[in-house]
C-alpha cells in the first residue's frame, strides 16, 4: 500500500520548530528586524529625497511608525512562533515577515494617525492569530503536541 493521504498533508504542512528558548527568541528578533527594515527599504522612494522626480507623500517623523510595527511584528512573529514550536505551521518566517513589512511600508508611506495606525496592527495580528489558530485546529490522524 501506498502512503496515505494525511502523510502528504503533514509533509507539506511544514514542521514543528523545536529548540531552546534562545533559539526562539532570536528567530523572533531577526524576523522582525528583517520585515521592519526591508519596509523601510521599499518605502525609501516615498520618504527619502526627491530626487526621482516623486514628491515625498507624508512628511513627519519616522521612528514611531517604525516602534509600532517593531513591536506588532515581535508580537506576530510570538505567536506564529509558539504555534509553530507545538505543530507544524506553514512558513510562519514568511507571514510574520509579510505582515511586518507590509504594515511598516505602508505606514511609512502613508503616516496614518494613531486610531487608524492601530486597526491596521490590529488587523495585521489578527491574520497572525488565524494563521495559528488553523494550524492548531484538530487535525484527524494528527499526534497530540508534547508538553
Known amino acids: 500500500m501506498g502512503p496515505s493521504a494525511g502523510d502528504d498533508l503533514d ?3 511544514g514542521e514543528v520548530l523545536t529548540g531552546p528558548l534562545w533559539r ?13 527594515g526591508f519596509g523601510w527599504f ?6 527619502g529625497p526627491d530626487e526621482y522626480g516623486l514628491p515625498v507623500i507624508a512628511p513627519g517623523p519616522l521612528l514611531p511608525y517604525l516602534a509600532a510595527w517593531t513591536v506588532v ?12 514550536a507545538r505543530v ?6 514568511a507571514v510574520a515577515f509579510g505582515l511586518t513589512c507590509l504594515g511598516t511600508r505602508v505606514s ?7 486610531p487608524l495606525l492601530g486597526t491596521l496592527a490590529a488587523v495585521a ?4 492569530g488565524a ?7 484538530p487535525v484527524p490522524g494528527r499526534r497530540p503536541a508534547r508538553s
Open 131 to 137: 494563521w495559528c489558530l488553523i494550524a492548531l485546529r
Open 42 to 47: 521599499s518605502a525609501l522612494s516615498r520618504i
Open 108 to 114: 511609512l508611506g502613508w503616516r496614518p494617525e494613531a
Open 88 to 93: 507544524p505551521v506553514y512558513a510562519p518566517g
Open 11 to 13: 509533509e507539506s504542512e
Open 24 to 36: 526562539h527568541a532570536l528567530w523572533v528578533v531577526g524576523v522582525t528586524a528583517l520585515g521592519v
Open 73 to 84: 511584528g515581535l508580537l506576530a512573529a510570538t505567536a506564529l512562533r509558539a504555534a509553530a
Open 125 to 128: 495580528l489578527t491574520a497572525a
